[in-house]
Every structure is written in C-alpha cells, then in structure tokens.
Nanobody, 121 residues
C-alpha cells in the first residue's frame, strides 16, 4: 500500500503562482507513475500531469501546458507541481495519485491523496 499526502493549496489571484507537493510513503516501489488530477465542482476528475519514477517523462493536459511543471525529488519521495499564470478555470480540488500504468483515466491509478483545494479569483 502507498500513502500520499498533499500540501500547498490555497487561494490565489489570477496570474499568480502556487506550488503543490505530494509526499509518498509505504510500498513506493510498487508504483511507476505519480502525478496530479483535479476535480472542480460538478465536473469529472481530470488528469493534469503525470511523471514516471525517473522523472524524465512528463505529460501534461493541454489546458496546463506551458504554465504547470511537475518535478520529483526521489530522495524525499516527493512530487511537486509548480503552477504559474493561474486562471479561474484552474480552481479545483487537486489530488495526488500514484499507480503502475500511465494514462488519463482515474481508474488506472491505485492510490490517491486526500486532495488540496486551489482557488483562483
């Protein structure tokens, strides 16, 4: 089992930046990919960005390309999400996720954090 704990959300003005972090613990060797999904009220959970264990593969949803950057610190079992040029449409609960396969379907991921709220106004 893998536990994921997010931090770093909060309110921010449009055009501003936030950095989310997700620290993993437990059977980390069982997962190959970590990343972030988000869910706005009344909408389905959608993929934002995913990276592999080595951190040399990063995929982004088109809506965040050029604004968001995912990185990982394997020494600390932590994945970061740097979010720049935030817009109101980025407002959502952001969830850290981990799994053994890569994809944009939430069902492909085995482990989820509790979520951290990002509100852009």
């Amino acid at each position: 089992h893998v536990q994921l704990v997010e931090s770093g959300g909060g309110p921010v003005q449009a055009g501003g930046s936030l950095r989310l972090s997700c620290t993993a613990s437990g059977n980390i060797g069982s997962v190959n990919y970590m990343g972030w999904f988000r869910q706005a009220p009344g909408k389905e959970r959608e993929g934002v960005t995913i990276t592999n264990t080595e951190g040399d593969l990063r995929v982004y949803d088109d809506s965040v390309k050029g604004r968001f950057t995912i990185s990982r610190d394997n020494a600390k079992n932590t994945v970061h999400l740097q979010m720049n040029s935030l817009i109101p449409e980025d407002t959502a609960m952001y969830y850290c996720t981990a799994g053994s396969s890569l994809g944009w379907d939430p069902a492909e991921y085995n482990y989820w954090g509790q979520g951290t709220q990002v509100t852009v106004s």
